[in-house]
């Protein structure tokens, strides 16, 4: 879900920002949070570390 968050957000921040600079800067921050929630996705979902209940 956030995900797919980023990326609405980013296509409202590339149809709606004029300055070519802030453009990149928000979709290069926005990118920099997809990264971030990608990678953390396995430790928020499995939090025990190893994925299945005993």
């Not at 957000?9 to 920002?17: D, W």
């Amino acid at each position: 879900m956030a995900l797919i968050a980023y990326v609405v957000l980013g296509a409202l921040a590339f149809t709606t920002l004029s300055d070519q600079r802030i453009r990149l800067l928000t979709l290069l921050i926005l990118a920099l949070f997809a990264f971030k929630s990608w990678v953390r996705r396995k430790d928020v979902m499995h939090p025990d570390g190893d994925g299945e209940s005993k």
